[in-house]
């Protein structure tokens, strides 16, 4: 990667150690400044609305869930997949 962009949770901290990347912090109340992860929000919460409990959810279901998000082609990965990407990456 050649930058990440966090948000300023206390979880995300240790972050600035990862070496060969840039890292950025986005301003609070600002998702614009993260719009691929808002975007990949919007794509969970059509599986796991806000505000619904996931206890009911089974393991087949978040499979599912996450096979139908790795296969969707999207526009930032020039219409690729993220599964495709991914498979790249590693054979490479």
Excluded at 6 to 20: L, R, Y
Excluded at 37 to 49: A, S, V
Excluded at 57 to 84: D, F, G, P
Aim: glycine letters at 6%; one cysteine or more.
């Amino acid at each position: 990667f050649k930058s990440i962009t966090f948000d300023n949770g206390s979880e995300f901290a240790d972050m600035t150690k990862i070496k060969g990347c840039q890292i950025y912090f986005a301003h609070p109340y600002s998702p614009w400044e993260r719009g691929t992860n808002e975007n990949c929000n919007g794509l969970l919460r059509q599986f796991f609305p806000k505000g619904k409990s996931m206890k009911d959810k089974s393991k087949a279901y978040v499979q599912q869930a996450t096979n139908a998000i790795n296969h969707k082609y999207r526009r930032i990965l020039q219409y690729q997949t993220a599964e495709e990407l991914f498979k790249q990456y590693i054979s490479s």
